[in-house]
């Protein structure tokens, strides 16, 4: 099937990232929030982003404006009634997806597609919710959408291989690189990350090294680019927090529990950049 207009649920960090990404690659963009505000920010965000790549010659004039022209908003779900794919990027709740499904089912085109930017909840089971198992897929794309290469797509047990087959294709498109995953807690690169991350934590819980430290020693002892800490403060500890209990709670296994300190930090609303402080200070 050939896509040619997206439709994007939720006009957040990730929403709006892969709408820019979208109507850059030259596909109509619809994108709907149930927030006018995040709408308008959402906006906001991709003209800045765009603007700041024709400042670096990474784009030029024209490619800025048809991608601008190319988007349009709405806080109306039935407006992605013409849309041939819908990538859902709302919070991570799974009844929130599962309701947002069965209203999506009811509105696209029979033959539309509909993706989930998901970072850790089963496909399948949104699938076997959507009323059109085969047609669901998993696209999770990484933040900065615009500048990170990689999309996990990820297969459900239902997802067709004509669906998969235009979603890798439409990745492509947008500039991504496609890896193919089965449906499983954490995909590959959470499941990885996000226990990592969780290590460095009980580290600096244990006393063995401090946080500044435990970060100079991954990049410069595993050549990262930034320390697990660091970066657990760019993705939210409380994002983290959420990922490592699915982990624990989907595999049953030990391995995944969560760090005390990352519990207590999330208790006392340090949740990292966004707060102004997680394991680092961010207020000066
Ligand atoms: N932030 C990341 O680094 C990242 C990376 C990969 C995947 N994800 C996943 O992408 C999804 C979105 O994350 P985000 O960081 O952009 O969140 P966000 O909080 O920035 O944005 C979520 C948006 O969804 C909107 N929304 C909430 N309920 C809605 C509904 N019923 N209908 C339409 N819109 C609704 C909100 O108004 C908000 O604008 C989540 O599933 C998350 O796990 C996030």
Redesign the pocket.
Known sequence: MSIETVGI???????SGIAQAAAMSGYRVVV????DS?LER?LGSIEKSLAKLVEKEKIDQQTMDSARNSLTTTTE?NDLGSVDIVIE????NME??I??FEKLNGVCKADAIIA??????SLTRLAAASGRPDKVVGL????PVPLMKLVEVIRALQTSDETYAAVDALARQLGKVPVSVKDSPGFVVNRMLVPMINEAAFLLHEGIADAAEIDEAMKLGANHPIGPLALADM??ID?CYFVIKILQDEFGDSKYRPCPLIKQLVDAGRLGRKSGRGFFDYSK
Do not use: P, R
């Open positions: 649920v939720g006009a957040g960090t990730m929403g709907q929030d149930i927030a995040q959402g779900i990027a709302a919070i991570e929130l997806k309701a947002l989930s930017n998901t970072s850790s909840l999770h794309f990484f933040n993705i939210g994002v």
